[in-house]
């Protein structure tokens, strides 16, 4: 059922969110916007308003160049590494969990989403216009496809329909498939030569293939649910005017411009979206006027459908003490047309999806400053000189001439070509003087290399970091050439880390949470070149979330330089340990400070390099025992002749038990048959059964004594039989090194 819209719920409210938009920073026409204006004009090199005709109208690019020298360097902090972010693990347990988790959360960002363009928009948008904005939330809206399908057997045609979208069939058509009709029918043919019973025909009728193809057209509507991360224009953001942070801010909005046929597949009703009324602010948008001048002349939309009107959508997230219990809840809120006169929707919420990044924060401020308004008065001025020693050089090449009224032609002066003739009525030095202009290059150039030095102390942008001046690098000793690029990078550096603490770690800290509380569903993903499923929600609240910042560069190579003697030290001290693990270095220790070297070259794959010892100690077998010492040989042939003479002393015993024992059983025979002939009488044969048991009983007892000792003895005597040979059991020494008797294992 299609949502109605929410025009007269809460007059209260309305006022509220009408209000609070109206005063919001950011809102059209205030000094925010007409601030952000400027700087846009100023990074396209639009005139400056100050160009008269005839004269030179160039304008320098110093806010653009300032601007796009500073991005390549911040992007690489950040995406030089395929980690933006690390998750801390809370205790040791979660340590595999936190990996994970790293790994998800740098999968969604830059596989689900485009990564390298957020954080392009997310910086420039920063470094021209105060702040940048995202917008991060879970997505969970509909896309609707229109399908076509020809000649589908059953198979296939279920196959279509068995899926988690809702497809809704708009055409179908079935046509008979007579090849699979011809198969069908010889089928039946044979089997009713066949077979006599109609009932096993009817099964074999049954399990045919139906003859049946489908034509089809179907309506599918996809479900994405995935976390999404936006780039919002700063000209959308509105925000109240005493708040200092987005989290803490009482009214946060966007502002965006949407068809009526886009609110209708948000679900509303298609009969209240027709009487929302037309968007007419774009004329005011001054901001995105600016934006798109250089690609449309004229911006503004005339559709013919009414469905492609634009409305103009206030997407609100306000605190109000909606239920009058004296405390502010947050609470999302959805209206339309001007000021947010119709309410769409009302419903709570936990967060406010937006971050932000400004280069330079102001204390105590929301909106801080731009690298843009650091640089607006330098392109003014440089611009002004620029112009002025044009007209210069153009008025000394084609100075001014004075003359004798009526002694020239004017025709010929006027006509500037050259070897050109001016006619004149008297001698020309008498009748015409040039007028020379004073060259004001010599004061001009200083000035423009001193507007130069201005801007690189105020932004940190040197030409030595932009790769303009290879002179003053070959000028320059290494020290001092090392010294300045630290300089000038330190800068950036700390726009870099502004930016990781600030809204780099509030983006990724917003979409951990929306993680954990709507993805439920597993997913495998790559960790440590494994594949490894995963399941969000398992994560909830076990875990502290960091971002990692590179350093540029120069620190990398620095970091490089400095692992490198670690690893050298490393190296010594393993060697100082006679080449064994502890009690100082292990060899994880080492392969700890090459993983860090193969990362700062930027170099993603460690285990291309190097295996891990872990991994390694895994593969290799058991180490091979140290071959025999002389005198253990001596001695362990000493033994192997004592246990072979012990050997044959115990089979001579052995064989002389088993003699014993045959003549034994011989005579207690003999003796019975005697007793029974001689007495003619019954003997109690039970009793002397029993005592005959007995004495085999002991017999068997001696027998296995026997047996388990040459057992023991043979045992012994293989165990030596490749005294050089690699094999040699554990048991061959005790632990203070003492050779094992060979009394000791026939003892055993």
């Known amino acids: 059922m299609a949502k109605k819209i929410i025009q007269h719920e809460d007059p209260e409210l309305r006022a509220v969110i009408s209000q609070q938009i109206v005063n919001s920073l950011g809102y059209l026409g205030g000094p925010l916007s007409a601030q952000r204006r400027k700087s846009l004009e100023y990074y396209l090199g639009d005139k400056l308003g100050t160009e008269i005709d005839g004269r030179s109208q160039v304008v320098s690019t110093d806010v653009a160049d300032t601007v796009e020298s500073m991005l390549p360097n911040l992007l690489r902090i950040f995406t030089s590494s395929d980690k933006v972010v690390r998750c801390d693990p809370v205790t040791a347990e979660d340590v595999p969990m936190a990996d994970q988790a790293t790994a998800y959360l740098n999968h969604v960002f830059y596989k689900d989403n485009d990564g390298f363009k957020l954080l392009y928009n997310f910086f420039k948008d920063a470094l021209i216009e105060k702040n ?99 780039s919002i224009t700063p000209d959308e953001f509105l925000i109240n005017r ?21 609110i209708i597949l948000m679900g509303f009703d298609e009969e209240d979206v027709m009487q929302l009324p037309t968007a007419q602010t774009s004329l005011f948008d001054t901001e995105n006027l600016v934006r798109q001048r250089q690609i449309n002349a004229f911006p503004i939309e005339t559709p013919t459908d009414k469905s492609t009107e634009k409305v103009e959508i206030y997407e609100c997230y306000v605190r109000y003490d909606y239920d009058k219990d004296g405390i502010a809840e947050l609470r999302k809120v959805l209206t339309a047309g001007v000021n947010g006169s119709f309410i769409l929707e009302n419903t709570p919420c936990d967060t406010m999806p937006f971050v932000s990044v400004t280069p330079i924060p102001m204390p105590h401020r929301f909106y801080g400053r731009s690298i843009a308004e650091l640089v607006e008065d330098i392109q003014l001025m440089k611009s002004t000189v620029m112009r002025q020693l044009l007209d210069n050089m153009y008025l000394t090449n084609n100075n001014r001439v004075a003359i004798m009224d009526g002694m020239v032609n004017m025709d010929d002066l006027l006509t500037t070509r050259p070897g050109g003739v001016v006619r004149t009525k008297q001698p020309p030095n008498q009748v015409l003087q040039p007028l020379q202009a004073q060259p004001i290059s010599q004061q001009a150039f200083p000035l423009l290399e001193y507007l130069d030095s201005v801007r690189e102390s105020r932004t940190g942008v040197s030409r030595q970091m932009q790769g303009l001046d290879a002179d003053t690098l070959n000028a320059k000793t290494a020290t001092g050439v090392n010294t300045l690029m630290t300089q000038t990078q330190m800068r950036s550096e700390l726009v870099a880390r502004i930016f990781a603490e600030t809204g780099v770690k509030d983006l990724f800290k917003k979409m951990f949470e929306l993680m954990v509380k709507y993805q439920d569903k597993e997913k495998v993903i790559m960790i440590h070149n494994k594949y490894v499923p995963v399941k969000p929600t398992e994560w909830r609240d076990r875990f502290n979330i960091s971002v990692v910042v590179g350093l540029g560069t ?39 400070t090459l993983s860090k070297i193969i990362e700062n070259a930027g170099l993603k794959n460690v285990d291309s390099y190097f295996v891990n010892p872990e991994v390694g100690k895994q593969m290799m077998g058991p180490p091979t025992p140290p071959p025999l010492t002389p005198i253990e040989k001596i001695e362990f042939t000493r033994i192997d002749a004592e246990n072979k003479r012990k050997v044959a002393d115990l089979e001579l015993q052995y064989k002389e038990l088993q003699h014993q024992n045959q003549e034994m059983l011989l005579d207690f025979e003999a003796k019975i048959k005697d007793i029974s002939l001689k007495y003619n009488t019954q003997l109690d044969t039970a009793k002397i059964k029993a005592d005959a048991d007995l004495d085999k009983m002991i017999m068997a007892d001696r027998t296995k004594i026997l047996e388990s000792a040459q057992k023991s003895a043979n045992v012994f005597s293989e165990q030596f039989k490749d005294i050089n040979g690699p094999k040699r059991s554990s048991e061959e020494r005790t632990g203070d090194g003492s050779i094992i008797s060979s009394e000791t294992i026939i003892r055993e």
């Open 554 to 592: 120069g620190s990398k190579e620095q970091q490089i330089v400095m692992l490198n003697n670690i690893l050298q030290r490393q190296l010594e001290a393993f060697k100082l340990q006679g080449n064994k693990e502890f009690p100082m270095v292990t060899l994880t220790n080492m392969y700890n």
């Open 132 to 230: 940048g904005f995202l917008k991060v939330y879970y997505d969970e809206s509909k896309k609707i496809e229109h399908e076509t399908y020809k000649n589908l057997n059953e198979q296939e045609h279920d196959a279509l329909m068995e899926t988690d979208d809702e497809v809704e069939v708009i055409d179908k058509e079935e046509i008979v498939d007579e090849k699979v009709k011809g198969q069908n029918e010889l089928i039946i043919e044979k089997a009713e030569e066949t077979i006599v019973d109609p009932a096993q025909l009817e099964i074999i009728k049954a399990q045919l293939p139906k003859p049946i193809l489908y034509n089809c057209t179907l309506r599918r509507t996809i479900k994405k649910g995935m976390i999404k991360v936006e």
């Open 242 to 262: 005493n708040a200092v942070s987005i989290d803490e801010a009482d009214f946060v909005a966007q502002r965006v411009y949407m068809t009526r046929s886009d």
